[in-house]
């Protein structure tokens, strides 16, 4: 299956790639960047993190300026309007500020969503450290780097592969309740610390799901669109459909396969 | 400060640096590779795994051989006679075998370390993806690639990042009763599913704390003298000293700074 586009698919490939090499070449030189706390000691910024989100807030203005970019950083972290903001960009610049600053193969990525009328049409995440970028457009497929991914077939959650994440430290005690079913029957258990790194590995097979009680949408929007092209499902922790702007933040994604028994004992 | 060795110890770094290449390229066409389940369908055995374990086999037995060889494959996961077998080397060819099998920015190592009377003299561990290598001697230090490592400073449990990792199924239970506490309190939580690169993280400072409730003797005899010679601390569960052929199964390998605080809110 060759790789299908358009022009904004065509926008966010030229901008990762582009944006990749920057992010590489910091990370080699990171314990030169500036690190700021957001309140939280593990809520983590970096002067990479802005850079990253200024160009992408740049490029846009001149290629689409009448288009929306909602983003992690610098205010722009909020709910567009669905009747007055029809083409909305999604934007985390760097999902994994942590993993960036510390870790011995760490993971972390741009991700960049482009939204009409509230439905994603086409994403893009891209890893720096491996030069690595997915890609999907809706109902065209998904990619990395041209090749098309899939989800694994594995069926059973003791054999599934799972990637949890243990939230900021107020959401814990939740997290540990509503998951300590799955954490008890899940074949294997990791826990990567980017949202990216775990929606894309369902997205390509190499784990089946990824469980998260607090995300924000600009962690899974690109994400999302990947997994679900390479045939995988996503869904809010009832099994209602996932919305990138519903005010919601629970989230499972999965190769489908293992969806239903991951539901079944995620606690309420 | 410049590396210090002894020969055992170049043994060691020669072995390590000279086989990294070819796991390296295993992993490159891990689709090829053969993987055999060992029982749990989460442990894994791979054809490299058997070959790096015949590989170290071979060469100690016509360097050094009248040592005793104990490693996780082949029958050889025994505890040695302290009485009789004054020399022992503790191999384990792949800790991480699942991770070589899958994942995206996968961490994996060979663990080799050197023991005379008991007590571990030397230690190595090679991440082969990376093309790097942990050495240590004991009173001598540690390296990464020839670089003296160290420990991080952090003191507080809720501003460090722990790596756990949740074990076999069978014993999960277990795990998330005595570790809940942790998993609550830790500033992040991390699961590589790999021994060697969560105690590894802690001796060059990316992490504070590893945690483990059933480790087997191949799986951290390495790093654990490589994280001491870091600065590190190493004990089993209950603050008692971490010995390599005791019979008992916790670990707890930390900065030293945070490793109270890890002890006491550690279920018993």
Redesign the interface.
Request: glycine share 10%; with cysteine; charged share 25%.
């Given at each position: 299956m060759k790789q299908q586009t358009c022009g904004e698919l065509d926008f966010i490939e030229r901008f990762l790639r582009r944006t990749s090499g920057y992010v590489a070449e910091k990370w080699e030189s990171r314990h030169l960047v500036t690190v700021a706390s957001k309140g939280d000691?593990?809520d983590l910024l970096t002067e990479v993190d802005l850079t990253v989100q200024k160009r992408f807030a740049d490029l846009l203005s001149q290629t689409y300026p009448h288009d929306v970019l909602v983003a992690e950083e610098n205010g722009l972290d909020r709910v567009p309007d669905p009747s007055a903001e029809r083409r909305v960009w999604v934007v985390d610049p760097i999902d994994g500020t942590?993993n960036f600053v510390?870790?011995?193969?760490?993971?972390f990525g741009i991700s960049i969503a482009f939204l009409e009328n509230g439905e994603t049409r086409c994403a893009g995440v891209a890893?720096p450290?491996?030069n690595c970028c997915y890609l999907a457009l809706r109902g065209g497929g998904a990619w990395c780097d041209g090749r098309p991914i899939r989800v694994s077939d594995i069926k059973k959650l003791?054999?599934a592969?799972v990637e949890?994440d243990?939230s900021v430290?107020e959401d814990?005690?939740m997290f540990?309740e509503r998951a300590?079913d799955i954490?008890?029957?899940a074949?294997?258990?990791?826990?990567?610390?980017a949202a990216v790194?775990g929606i894309?590995?369902v997205a390509?097979g190499?784990?089946e799901a990824y469980l998260h009680m607090t995300l924000h949408p600009w962690d899974y929007a690109a994400a999302q669109l990947i997994a679900e092209e390479a045939g995988g499902m996503a869904t809010r922790l009832d099994g209602s459909p996932l919305r990138v702007f519903d005010g919601r933040q629970g989230v499972l994604i999965s190769n489908g396969a293992v969806h239903r028994e991951i539901l079944s004992v995620i606690r309420p």
């Open positions: 000691p593990a942590y510390r870790g011995m193969r760490p993971i890893f450290l491996d003791n054999e592969c949890i243990f430290m814990r005690r540990m300590s954490m008890l029957r074949g294997q258990i990791r826990c990567c610390g790194g894309c590995q390509s190499e784990s």
